[in-house]
């Protein structure tokens, strides 16, 4: 944990590595369900917690610490750019899929007001497990709309969400990189629409 000199905001990455596992030792576990109104939600202009589309992927995934390394992304490259009515603004550079059946969106979340602006605490997330681990970017979630699924934030074996965490504000000027890991959507689909609440819906090309 770490402490930005002259804020009082922290900003912490709780299993911020990103893992990579043979799929063979993973032994993750998966609920997945058909979205019943997948077009609904991400026509409607902003993501929320209670939209139409219901049909979730859940995955768990294992502790390692000992593997992989921060996410990295080319910040010259932009796949989507979801702006917020207070400034808040999130960048996305890449959304690769990664070793064992996952996929890593790396981003850039910046305030372009003129005045400090807080994260929304439903960007956390709605889910009870997932909330008492603190603040976080576990809200986002991945629609894939050919295979009518919706896909969740990954989390550990203690229930921690593989994305960045511990962001409350954001100063003015300020731009913080983020991820979030997600199950990876089938080969054959390419593009997924991006949603997290009080923020416009975003599609992006998937790697």
């Known amino acids: 944990m770490s402490e930005r000199k002259g804020t009082s905001f922290m900003i912490m990455r709780h299993g911020a590595k990103v893992r990579r596992v043979a799929a063979a030792a993973l032994a993750a576990t998966a609920l997945t369900v058909s979205l019943t109104a997948c077009g609904s939600d991400a026509d409607s202009g902003k993501a929320n917690g209670g939209d139409a589309a219901t049909a979730v992927t859940k995955t768990e995934k294992p502790k390692d610490d000992n593997v992989g390394g921060e ?31 996952f996929l890593t969106v790396s981003g850039t979340l910046k305030n372009t007001s003129g005045k400090q602006q807080y994260v929304p605490s439903s960007w956390s997330g709605q889910e009870t497990q997932v909330v008492r681990t603190g603040r976080s970017l576990a809200g986002i979630t991945l629609v894939d709309k050919a295979e009518k699924k919706r896909y969740y934030v990954l ?39 991006l949603q997290l609440p009080t923020m416009p819906t975003a599609t992006i090309a998937i790697s």
């Open 155 to 193: 989390r550990d074996t203690d229930g921690y969400p593989l994305t960045t965490s511990g962001i409350t504000g954001v100063r003015a000027g300020e731009s913080i990189s983020i991820f979030a890991q997600f199950p990876a959507p089938p080969e054959s689909s390419s593009q997924v629409d």
């Open 71 to 101: 996410p990295s992304a080319d910040t010259d490259a932009i796949l989507a750019t979801m702006q917020g009515d207070d400034g808040l603004e999130i960048v996305i550079h890449s959304a690769k899929r990664d070793e064992g059946g």
